[in-house]
């Protein structure tokens, strides 16, 4: 019974930037005792109204009729919304596709569609009223898998994505072994323990003040906006914060606000939606499941000479971001590896499913599988450790160019891997496992090391920006806002340490107030791990230039030069006076020096160009390796993670507590999604594991006994980001990609270790049992 | 003549609560969120599953008064009449935490918080039952709450600093027991409840007798135990059940009592208190028996609950069968008994007729001669409904099988026992290459259907694979199952 505590802690062991704190989230006292307000929790105005969607039963018909006289007639209700309510536009797609409605008009593309709100004095009575809805429908077959997508010739919902370098064929074709397969992975649900979530406020004129459980307030404000015909400055859109997101809350909180905004204004009253949790799972978008299909030319020694693969993904009835996700799993199709010649293709099919959405690595984990199960293949089929042939392939000098054309020129990868294989004690355990199952007949034991290399930046290179307003008050408190949400990745008080020691000040003179439209504009959503990156650098940028003027002040004021002006616990050092930093401010203030400052950020270097398939998408990347061992029973296929290994590259942190609970997060979030996690629709397009009855994320008894995470200390980022920090919220999600090899090894020996046993995810107990079960008949 | 009462009172944290509107399908969470405007407990899904509505409830029992975890989301209002709920706002005093909430900070247990007050309380609730945890009794008590964020680890750490903490005597639930015991004592006055909203009724017999009484005077009733199938379909399906007859809070149906030949355990008693019988009578079942729903599904649900909604999916009665256990069950006209595998006449169907309340069940101690076993598959360890979960009480005498009682969950329409495989069994030799075979009658016992917990083929293979296991692990334990922690 070996758990270790992780390393980084109050008292790390080397020297740091003074922003590098194990400092407790910012709510953490308020998280404990309940008192952390979320939008539920707010004290609603005097006669707010709760709105409750309507949601299609068919996966793809007509809608012949909608008749709703006996839902407007149930007890308590108050009125009804279809799209003929809607003054604007019957829209909320987030990148301009005009695909997808608020209510479903003429026809439902998949089941659980909205179609209209009941509004009622209570959510109950909201709640019962749907029920009584009649909709006379006309049925079509619904296409509700990728397989079928393709069968029907294979609607796209977006503009696919072509990466290549080199002729990939004849690469192959030239190697002296290939390999062809296919592996089907598993989408996602989020569950974000908070639901989705919004009340909408009416005001004067065509205002609206909307608090929304959301990633991205403007966008939402856009939609708002878009939705009820008036311009984005009617629309004022609030997020203090989010109980979890995981990109769940990136585009799918747009109708939600949508249309609490538009009973707000229809009856003058407040109106509050939120979803029950059956109904938020089945209308909101998750994860893309995806088929990839691929070809590897390889040669004896596990090299790599040339790879061609498809990845198709099921993306719904919609676009919504399936663009881009699948751009990003092209994108990480090549982890850690060189490809000498490659080939990506992207499939985003369209099907009648709920339009798939952002979800914490956004297609880079299921890119990123893809490039490990083609390892995983030439490994079994050369008989060796797949260790061995990751190493043969890692990026390296000379050998540094993606199947997007940018260099890897911060590649770690090599020292993270080697370190690990040393502090797990990896080859020494794998080697005792195949020999403990040798005796093992119904227990069987797995070991793998697996890397990641993730991309940082938006690859919609305009998301790369970010706004921050910082006030500083006459009695010196500090006033922080900045364009990134608070879900409870730590955004907020890493950010509050950033402007506090600029300031000199501590964390208890930082203010950190909700994140609005109203003072940061046209933000980007907080995604792809930038929140920090980006934000932190806004506010940084803010303080430089309240500093700026107090420091011209003082030279101007005190008579000392620039230079012997120092903000420092609290106090302003003036040469070899000191005052308190609230006395200077004050001073400044009758002085009439502007205490206040938009700060602004945009990440240098970046640039893509889509149709070429060329650029440099991101500014740097992050890296981690984990090793995973697990414990398989070979009668029903159960399984066990029993201990893991992770080191993993943040940069200089910001951070340790916090980038540590983003690992461990990440990483348990991970094995779920590979693991117990499956979305299981039936064959009328019913998604059937809709609560977390039917639908199995990780407990407290799943996670290893024996979990050692510690962060590399030694690298810091080479680009000047914020204390040469690392992003940190996606990529140790992909670190559970070892926990599935490992449990493909267990199951492996039961034939000796001679077949790739390709397991599907999510590996369930019975898709393992299944596997175990094929090697031993022979495949 | 009963008295009746037409209110209901309760503790809420500190204070005294008297209610007379009360419908029986109020939720404990609506009460909280909506009328008493407590917004520390969340709702995160409503059914029981993500424990963020975790509250206390301290009940007066045979040994005094308890406090347990349950999920107020789908715990029944009317259903806490004399009982004290104790909520995420009591906890911090005179501005100080409580020591799970700084462990909570410490060590940084919170990322979103969404989940957290749920957690506190589910830890709390461990404390005071168990002062001194070890990390099964923490994984154990925190298997009925989700949390998205941080993976678990930071909060076992934090539950473990926790329990290190010493200044739990000083806990206004430890120190004031004697105040709240004589306050619940005296909100316990003999009358049956009978409480109504909106033309909805919500009755709470003062006695099994009365009980009987109401039920015949109240056809159609809905009865209520624990509510966790119950509580759903409130929440989820929004089902009408009034008028509903609660029953959770009967002291006869808390009757335990262990015999000579068969311990009877009174409908009442919830799987955490049968898991103390089951640790002294039937340990073969003890590691299957952690394995039904979480912590505060198991202090809400009762075994009677369980065997009377008839589920085929129900974890306890294949155990109970195999066992042979019988049912007991009471009206107006008497009792009557039945083994329990007749009382399952098809989905959905149960023999329990109108007038009738399931009273107890009887089950026979094993004997020395015999082997048992249990098991369950589900896709997640803990906290998950069975795919399949099956059975096995043998009798071998001199190297061969001379009876058998096989029962599987999951495999059929109700909980069914494998009467072609016991067949094949019985005067067969103890051995493994006899159990592999008797698989064979699986088939001619059961056709499971494919959903979304397990395909039939996989449920097949399983449900055979047990049979090799009950063998396998008599012969060498260690060597077939998982290096599992918890109860075994």
Redesign the interface.
């Known amino acids: ?1 070996n ?1 270790e ?2 390393q980084p802690t109050d008292a790390p062991a080397i020297p740091l930037g003074r922003a590098r704190r ?1 400092t ?2 910012d ?12 939008i ?2 707010m004290a609603e105005p005097a006669g707010t109204l709760h709105a409750c969607l309507g949601l299609s039963d068919r996966a793809h018909a007509e809608i012949l009729s909608i008749d709703l006289d006996a839902v407007a007639t149930s007890p308590g209700v108050v009125g009804v919304l279809t799209a003929t309510d809607i003054p604007g536009e019957n829209d909320v797609s987030p990148t301009g596709k005009h695909d997808d409605p608020v209510f479903a008009e003429d026809r439902v593309l998949f089941h659980g569609q909205p179609m209209f709100a009941v509004i009622a004095e209570t959510r ?1 009575a909201a ?2 009223a749907v ?1 009584k809805a009649k909709i006379g429908y006309r049925d079509h077959d619904p296409i509700t898998d990728i397989a079928a997508a393709e069968a029907a010739g294979g609607d796209l919902v977006t503009d696919p994505l072509t990466l290549s370098r080199g002729d990939a064929a004849a690469a192959i074709a030239a190697a002296p072994r290939r390999l062809d397969g296919t592996m089907t992975i598993g989408g996602q649900d ?6 989705h979530i919004a009340l909408a406020i009416p005001g004067e004129d065509d205002d609206v003040t909307v608090h929304s459980s959301t990633q991205h307030p403007s966008e939402v404000q856009h939609m708002v906006g878009h939705v009820l015909g008036v311009p984005s400055n009617a629309v004022t859109v609030e997020v203090r ?6 990109g769940g809350k990136e585009t799918q909180s747009n109708l939600f606000a949508a249309v609490a905004a538009l009973a707000a204004k229809r009856w003058g009253r407040a109106v509050k939606i939120r979803p ?3 109904d938020d799972m089945i209308a909101t978008g998750k994860r893309h499941d995806f088929q990839v299909s691929y070809a590897v030319g390889y040669d004896d020694t596990g090299r790599i000479h040339g790879v061609e693969a498809t990845y198709a993904a099921r993306c719904g009835f919609s676009a919504d971001l399936s663009g881009p996700v699948t751009d990003r799993a092209l994108f990480h199709a090549d982890n850690c590896y060189h490809y000498p010649a490659v080939r990506l293709s992207s499939r985003p099919l369209r099907t009648n499913t709920v339009s798939n959405t952002a979800f914490r690595g956004f297609g880079g984990p299921q890119g990123m599988l893809g490039a490990e199960r083609m390892i995983e293949e030439i490994a079994y089929a050369l008989g060796r450790d797949p260790l061995e042939v990751r190493k043969a392939n890692f990026y390296a000098p000379g050998r540094d160019l993606t199947p997007y054309h940018q260099r890897v020129e911060d590649c770690v990868i090599a020292r993270i891997v080697a370190e690990l294989e040393q502090s797990a004690d990896y080859q020494a355990r794998r080697t005792a496992i195949i020999e403990a199952n040798r005796e ?4 069987r034991r797995g070991i793998a090391l697996t890397p990641v290399k993730f991309g940082i930046s938006f690859t919609a290179t305009w998301y790369n920006q970010a706004g921050a307003l910082v006030h500083v008050y006459r009695d010196g408190s500090i006033h922080l806002n900045h364009g990134g949400t608070e ?4 955004l907020n008080i890493k950010v509050a340490r950033v402007l506090a020691d600029a300031f000199g000040v501590g964390l208890e003179a930082v203010k950190i107030t909700a994140t609005s439209t109203g003072k940061v504009p046209n933000t980007s959503a907080t995604a792809a791990s930038s929140g920090s990156d980006l934000n932190g650098m806004a506010a940084a940028d803010a303080a430089r230039q309240i500093i700026d003027r107090l420091r011209a002040f003082a030279v101007e004021h005190y008579g000392v030069s620039a230079d012997e002006v120092a903000f420092e616990r609290g106090k302003v050092w003036l040469g070899s006076e000191r005052m308190a930093f609230g006395a200077l401010i004050d001073a400044a203030y009758l002085a009439r020096v502007q205490l206040s400052a938009a700060g602004f950020y945009k990440t240098p270097e970046i640039h893509w160009d889509r149709a070429a398939g060329k650029g440099k998408p991101f500014y740097y990347y992050a890296y981690g390796a984990a090793v995973s061992e697990v ?1 398989v ?1 070979t ?6 993670v ?1 201990r893991v290994d992770i080191l993993h590259d943040v940069g200089r942190s910001l951070n340790p ?2 980038d ?2 983003q690992i ?6 991970g094995m779920g999604w590979l693991t ?1 996690e ?1 979305l ?1 629709w039936d064959d009328e397009g019913r998604l ?2 809709h ?4 639908y ?8 290893p ?1 024996d ?1 050692r ?1 510690r962060l590399a200390d030694w690298s810091e980022n080479t680009k000047p980001t914020i204390r040469r920090s690392k992003a940190v919220g996606e990529p140790p999600f992909m670190l559970a990609i070892s926990v599935l090899e490992a449990l493909s090894m267990a199951v492996a020996s039961v034939s000796d270790y001679r077949e790739c046993p390709r397991l599907d995810t999510p590996a ?3 898709r393992v ?2 596997a175990v ?1 094929r090697l031993r008949a022979g495949g | 003549m009963v008295a009746i009462r037409h209110s209901m009172s309760f503790l809420l944290n500190d204070e005294t609560v008297t209610l007379e509107a009360v419908g029986p399908s109020d939720t404990l969470l609506d009460y909280l969120r909506l009328q008493a405007r407590l917004r520390g407990t969340k709702e995160g899904c409503a059914e029981g599953d993500c424990g963020a509505c975790t509250v206390l409830v301290g009940r007066l029992s045979a040994q005094g008064l308890v406090y347990e975890t349950v999920n107020a989301c789908i715990r029944l209002l009317a259903s806490l009449d004399a009982s004290h709920v104790v909520t995420i706002e009591h906890l911090a005093r005179g501005g100080r935490l409580h020591a799970v909430q700084q462990a909570m900070v410490d060590h940084h247990g919170a990322q979103c918080g969404f989940c957290t007050p749920g957690i506190v309380m589910s830890l709390y609730g461990l404390l005071l039952d168990t002062p001194e945890p070890d990390d099964d009794a923490i994984e154990t008590a925190l298997q009925g709450n989700l949390c998205r964020c941080t993976g678990y680890a930071p909060i076992l750490r934090a539950a473990r600093a926790a329990a290190e903490d010493r200044t739990q005597d000083a806990d206004p639930l430890i120190a004031g027991r004697a105040a709240v015991t004589a306050r619940l004592q005296a909100m316990r006055d003999g009358a049956r409840v009978a409480l109504t909203r909106d033309g909805q009724r919500a009755l709470l017999p003062a006695s099994l007798t009365d009980a009987v009484d109401v039920l015949a005077e109240t056809p159609g009733a809905t009865i209520v135990a624990g509510a966790t199938d119950v509580g759903l379909w409130v929440t989820k399906e929004m089902r009408p059940i009034s008028p509903t007859i609660f029953i959770g809070h009967l002291d006869a149906l808390q009757a335990i009592e262990e015999g000579e030949r068969e311990i009877t355990i009174g409908a009442g008693v919830s799987y955490a208190v049968m898991a103390r019988i089951i640790a002294a009578h039937f340990p073969f079942l003890a590691e299957y028996w952690q394995r039904i729903g979480g912590q505060q599904v198991r202090n809400m649900g009762t075994v009677g609950g369980n065997v009377a909604n008839g589920s085929p999916i129900g974890d306890t009665p294949p155990p109970l069968i195999a066992l042979g256990a019988e049912v007991d069950l009471l009206s107006a006209e008497g009792r009557r008994s039945l083994p329990l595998e007749d009382f399952f006449i098809g989905y959905g169907r149960q023999d329990r007729r109108a007038g009738e309340i399931v009273e107890r069940l009887r089950i026979p101690k094993p004997g020395a001669d015999v082997i048992c076993a249990a098991y369950k598959v589900s896709k997640r360890r803990d906290e998950d409904i069975s795919a399949v979960c099956g059975a096995f009480r043998f009798k071998v005498a001199d190297g061969v099988i001379t009876a058998a009682r096989i029962a599987y969950g999951g495999m059929a329409a109700t909980p069914r026992r494998a009467r072609a495989v016991e067949r094949y069994l019985i005067g067969q030799r103890w051995c493994e290459a006899a159990m592999a075979r008797a698989g064979d009658a699986v088939a001619e016992d059961l056709t499971p259907i494919t959903d979304w917990r397990a395909s039939a083929e996989y449920r097949h293979k399983i449900a055979r694979n047990m049979l090799r296991r009950v063998y396998l692990e008599h012969e060498d334990a260690r060597a077939t199952r998982l290096p599992h922690r918890g109860a075994a």
């Open positions: 019974m758990r505590t992780p194990a407790p989230h709510s953490a006292e308020k998280h404990v005792t309940g008192t952390a307000v979320y539920d929790d109950e709640r019962r029920a989020h569950f974000y323990l908070e639901g914060r989010m109980g979890g997101a995981f029950d949790r059956d093992s007949r119904i227990i879900m409870g990745q730590g414990a029973d009668l029903t296929g159960e399984y066990q029993e507590a916090i540590l609970g461990e997060g990440g990483f348990v979030q117990t499956e299981w059937r594991t609560a977390p009855s039917t199995k994320i990780p407990l407290a008894s799943d996670v006994r979990f995470v369930t107990p019975e049992l299944m079960e």
